[in-house]
């Protein structure tokens, strides 16, 4: 762990590659000591051609990404011929847990994948809209560009990909793209502030990442009651209590107003059960300015699922403001902090 | 002499206390800000975590080749998006490593 790059390059060069064997690896053990270490709202890459070995640390590893907020994309080259049972599909869940995605590759287009992803990278980027398709087909997704987005990127993993844009005047449109078997990246800059759509195709489960580069710059947390400043919040809500969620703004000058926050509560669905895909029910907190940077709301009970949180509001132009704003979330059981005065 | 009795005795009762439940990994980040060495609020860690058993000598090479790009071109920019970079190492049982921990 290092701040320094160089060294970063120098500790690639000298990896070592032995052993082999059997097939599935600890792929969870090494991501679940990456992500202790990472800072809030980090990203992860994950680089195998095996199943997980370890995929009983599912749990421990979904509370790491949760508390830290950070994104794990997987690049897998492999799957020890077991795609469907628990080793690989660990990494589907994990990815999705954190807003990011599985993309299955030959080796030889890593370099390329890694290229066109690295969008992502940008303390600008923000993940818009999170969709997860369990099984073949063509869905219709729209989201909200507003004013402080310079830039759209979306993202399909899934085989024989297809995305067909459209602008808020239903013009279809066509982005700088990136294209591989089971992959789709699309990017487009300045794209008009409306509601867009993307009919997305795929002819296998696949998930769609849209996200943007933006101007706008938010936090959230929770809290037992109302905080005065982001330090007294956490990402993960206290069980068995209501708790405030507030939202902080780091540049006011770039909104209207924000009205609430969705609570979009999610299901796994196991492949046994017949239903459409999780996220069903919705709850919607409204949001009250608390100070100038500072949007909160009363406290209310948390669901006992894990949900995900989407902001509503407007821009200084009146564009509506619809975006994620975090990866999964589950409220945790209090532990003590002890404050050193 | 001022004995702080009271506080003395909530200081042991809270530290076992304390030692009895901080036993699991349920670990929860409070955001720190101020000082020089720590990351700029919208810095984040770049995290990459490699299989390094003997299949993956040519996926190492591609993300070398990336990382390589990536890095020359974030090096470039006025404010580095990157606070830290993170490389774990996995391979088989008994072999989990990781490179030292190293600052600026």
Redesign the interface.
């Known amino acids: 762990?290092?701040?320094?790059?160089d060294?970063?390059?120098e500790?690639?060069?000298n990896?070592?590659?032995?052993?082999?064997?059997?097939c599935p690896?600890?792929?969870i053990?090494?991501?679940r000591?990456?992500?202790k270490?990472?800072?809030?709202?980090?990203?992860?890459?994950?680089?195998?051609?095996?199943s997980a070995?370890d995929h009983d640390q599912y749990e421990?590893t979904k509370?790491?990404i949760q508390?830290?907020q950070?994104t794990v994309n997987f690049l897998t080259?492999?799957d020890c011929g077991e795609r469907s049972r628990a080793g690989f599909q660990v990494y589907e869940k994990l990815a999705r847990v954190s807003n990011g995605q599985v993309f299955d590759m030959n080796?030889?287009?890593?370099?390329?994948v890694?290229?066109a992803i690295?969008f992502m990278?940008?303390?600008?980027f923000i993940a818009l809209r999170s969709i997860d398709v369990e099984k073949s087909g063509t869905s219709e997704n729209a989201f909200f560009i507003d004013s402080t987005m310079s830039e759209l990127s979306m993202s399909l993993s899934g085989s024989a990909p297809e995305m067909a844009l459209k602008n808020p005047k239903n013009e279809t449109v066509t982005g700088e793209e990136f294209n591989l078997a089971k992959l789709k990246i699309v990017q487009l800059k300045t794209p008009m502030p409306g509601k867009w759509t993307v009919e997305a195709s795929s002819s296998t489960a696949h998930s769609i990442r849209v996200g943007a580069i933006s101007s706008l710059?938010i936090e959230f947390g929770f809290s037992l009651e109302t905080p005065s400043k982001?330090?007294e919040t956490?990402?993960?809500p206290l069980k068995g209590k209501m708790n405030v969620l507030s939202v902080f703004v780091?540049d006011p000058a770039l909104l209207k107003s924000l009205s609430s926050v969705t609570i979009i509560k999610i299901d796994f669905i196991s492949k046994r059960k017949r239903r459409d895909t999780g996220s069903v029910e919705q709850l919607i907190p409204a949001l009250k300015k608390i100070s100038e940077h500072i949007y909160a709301t009363e406290a209310f009970v948390i669901p006992e699922q894990m949900f995900k949180i989407q902001l509503n509001g407007a821009d200084s132009l009146g564009n509506i403001i619809e975006r994620s704003i975090s990866t999964s979330i589950q409220s945790?059981?209090p532990?003590?902090?002890?404050n050193c005065d | 002499m001022n004995f702080p009795i009271k506080k003395l005795f909530a200081l042991v009762l809270?530290s076992s206390?304390?030692t009895l439940?901080?036993a699991?990994?349920?670990?929860?980040?409070?955001?720190?800000?101020g000082a020089n060495d720590l990351?700029k609020?919208?810095?984040?860690?770049?995290?990459?975590?490699?299989?390094?058993?003997?299949?993956?000598?040519?996926?190492?090479e591609?993300?070398?080749?990336?990382?390589?790009?990536?890095?020359n071109?974030?090096?470039l920019r006025e404010?580095n998006?990157?606070?830290?970079?993170?490389?774990?190492?996995?391979?088989?049982?008994g072999?989990?490593s990781?490179?030292p921990?190293?600052?600026?």
């Open positions: 762990m290092t701040t320094n790059p060294l970063l390059m500790r690639l060069s990896v070592n590659i032995t052993g082999g064997g059997d690896e600890l792929s053990s090494g991501l000591e990456g992500l270490h990472a800072i809030t709202n980090s990203i992860a890459f994950v680089f195998t051609d095996a070995k421990v509370n790491l508390s830290t950070t080259t492999g080796t030889d287009d890593i370099t390329n890694l290229l690295r990278l940008n303390d600008d710059k982001i330090e956490l990402y993960q780091r945790v059981l532990s003590i902090i002890i | 809270l206390l304390f439940i901080s699991n990994d349920n670990e929860q980040k409070l955001q720190a800000f990351p609020p919208n810095q984040k860690s770049l995290v990459f975590i490699f299989d390094g058993t003997g299949s993956m000598t040519k996926d190492l591609q993300l070398r080749t990336a990382a390589k790009q990536i890095l071109e974030l090096s404010d998006p990157i606070f830290n970079y993170i490389l774990v190492i996995f391979r088989d049982p072999m989990l990781k490179p921990i190293k600052s600026n």
